[in-house]
């Protein structure tokens, strides 16, 4: 595939050793699930930017999923060996671009650019994964962040971030554990900021953070309340906890997780920009934070949405059910059953780590053969033979389509051509 070249968003680019897109995902650029108004993922961008319009922020939801490795990466402070730049994780298109990872790679951008105090950036991103109803190789996040120059408001700055903080509104939920202190060894707060701006920029990041779920959650609620759903529930204030996390741009770091259908759901990390970030996107002294929010699970929670690959539908009875600014619950409209076929094999002896046939890549075949027709693949057995010590692994395909029901014939056809693709390209023994 040496140069021959290929074509995303009517842009063309080189390929080389590195080049790892597929035509399958390589057609799901473009979609803009996100810009789509009367989309459950486009519904909820809108209801989270709705509640932040006169609050001194840009909205980007343009940028091309097309990045260097350096916006990607590099900028960001991401070690040299980190798992996410291995090419069993990310898209490459060639050994400098890939497909976004995250929304965070226009962080740099946004932050020379933007001229609002602050910015929120949407897209589609992409990362190698495993299959099933929570898991597709693309998803959407919604990022954030926001700046206070010293420059320019010298002595004043502490007073900016205090009466910022003070026009935010009040909030009816519980934080149940606010994690406020920075922890030296494990969350260290960054030697150019004094304790007292560390906690003020910390404040006004929870504080939006907190606005932004509450903006989801209890709007998530009235919908439920509307329908009848599990009303007793649905009546308590929103319960959130602060968790320290890390991330290599930010620090201190946070995650906040939402008390929601019985459990902590992880929702959101974020943390103050490392001024490293800021000095090599040309902003000096100025201090601000960023933050990063999946949206494609939470859709999947206020729309009842039981499958992610329904986002991906263009059947009506999915796509007629969701109207601009509204939370509805989704109706399933039929279930069509799945097959499932097992596959297994002898892993190649003595590969070594380059060659060795990593998860997610088998996940990509099956997704690249099989599209949408793949519901979820699971390793259900592993063992290494006693006398040879060769490792066998099968994995169990379902294959079931949301919109109508599959033959036999065509399941086996499928089964075959991944076997048959395991088998080419991975030097495996089929049993
Ligand atoms: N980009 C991070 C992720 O994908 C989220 C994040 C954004 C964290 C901004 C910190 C600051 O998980």
Redesign the pocket.
């Known amino acids: 595939r040496l140069n021959s070249g290929i074509v995303i968003n009517g842009k063309t680019y080189l390929t080389d050793e590195w080049t790892n897109v597929r035509p399958g995902i390589l057609s799901l650029v473009g979609r803009n699930l996100h810009k789509n108004s009367n989309h459950p993922i486009g519904i909820l961008r809108e209801l989270i930017e709705s509640r932040f319009k006169n609050l001194g922020y840009t909205f980007y939801n343009d940028f091309d999923p097309v990045v260097s490795v350096h916006d990607n990466f590099d900028v960001l402070g991401f070690p040299e060996d980190h798992p996410g730049r291995s090419r069993s994780d990310t898209y490459y298109i060639n050994k400098d671009l890939v497909l976004r990872?995250?929304?965070?790679a226009h962080?740099p951008f946004c932050f020379e650019n933007c001229t609002t105090p602050g910015y929120f950036i949407s897209g589609d991103?992409y990362r190698k994964d495993e299959i099933d109803r929570t898991h597709y190789p693309v998803f959407h996040?919604l990022?954030g962040?926001r700046l206070w120059s010293r420059e320019s408001l010298g002595d004043l700055l502490v007073s900016q971030v205090e009466s910022d903080i003070s026009a935010l509104p009040e909030l009816d939920i519980i934080v149940e554990d606010d994690n406020p202190i920075f922890d030296a060894v494990q969350n260290p707060k960054q030697d150019h900021m004094s304790d007292l701006e560390t906690k003020l920029i910390t404040l006004h990041l929870k504080k939006t953070i907190e606005i932004m779920v509450d903006q989801v959650f209890n709007e998530a609620k009235k919908a439920a309340l509307e329908n009848g759903a599990n009303v007793l529930n649905f009546k308590e204030p929103l319960r959130v906890r602060w968790l320290q996390?890390k991330?290599p741009?930010?620090t201190p770091?946070w995650q906040i997780e939402v008390w929601w259908n019985n459990s902590w759901l992880e929702c959101?990390?974020?943390?103050i920009?490392k001024n490293e970030v800021l000095l090599k996107s040309g902003i000096e002294n100025s201090i601000g934070w960023?933050?990063?929010i999946?949206l494609d699970r939470i859709a999947m929670l206020l729309f009842g949405i039981p499958d992610i690959r329904l986002f991906w539908s263009s059947d009506d009875r999915f796509k007629k059910q969701f109207t601009a600014n509204q939370i509805s619950v989704f109706k399933p409209y039929s279930k069509y059953p799945g097959s499932v076929r097992d596959i297994s094999f002898w892993l190649p002896e003595n590969t070594t780590e380059a060659s060795a046939l990593h998860e997610n890549d088998l996940m990509e075949i099956v997704r690249e053969i099989a599209g949408d027709l793949a519901e979820s693949v699971k390793l259900i057995d592993e063992f290494v033979h006693p006398k040879t010590g060769k490792r066998s692994q099968c994995y169990r395909v379902n294959y079931q389509s949301m919109d109508r029901s599959l033959i036999t014939e065509e399941v086996n056809a499928l089964n075959e051509k991944v076997r048959e693709a395991l088998r080419s390209s991975y030097n495996i023994e089929l049993r």
């Open positions: 990872t995250h929304t965070s962080e991103v996040q990022e962040g996390d991330f741009w930010t770091s959101c990390g974020c943390g920009v960023a933050f990063g999946g």
